[in-house]
Nanobody, 126 residues
């Protein structure tokens, strides 16, 4: 099960870096996705990275502001969030799905993912 960290309260325009640490597998085995859910809203896909580490995808609302990356040595995927807006507020979850071969595929669709973390709260407010 992935474990998220790094959430918090930040002012509009600020930055946060979320971490998603996985265990039991290497990141070469897993595609990782980030999802968020705001109060009263449906869960939204934010970003994903393929198990090859080559393909990354973003929802349009975060393109140019968020960056997904990974550190294989730490078995950790990061979501760097810059120029944060109040509408970025929500609980951010990372999720993992196992692949049995190297793939350049990922999709920011919750049904593609098998294992979910508990989430970390991100609040953007002045």
């Amino acid at each position: 099960q992935p474990v998220e960290s790094g959430g918090g309260l930040v002012q509009p325009g600020g930055s946060l870096r979320l971490s998603c640490k996985v265990s039991g597998f290497t990141l070469n085995d897993l595609s990782i996705g980030w999802f968020r859910q705001a109060p009263g809203k449906e869960r939204e896909g934010v970003s994903c990275i393929s198990n090859s580490g080559i393909t990354t995808k973003y929802v349009d609302s975060v393109k140019g502001r968020f960056t997904i990356s990974r550190d294989d040595a730490k078995n950790t995927v990061y979501l760097q969030m810059n120029s944060l807006k109040p509408e970025d507020t929500g609980i951010y979850h990372c999720a993992a799905v196992r692949y049995y071969s190297i793939s350049h595929y990922c999709r920011i669709t919750s049904t593609d993912f098998e294992s979910w973390g508990q989430g970390t709260q991100v609040t953007v407010s002045s």
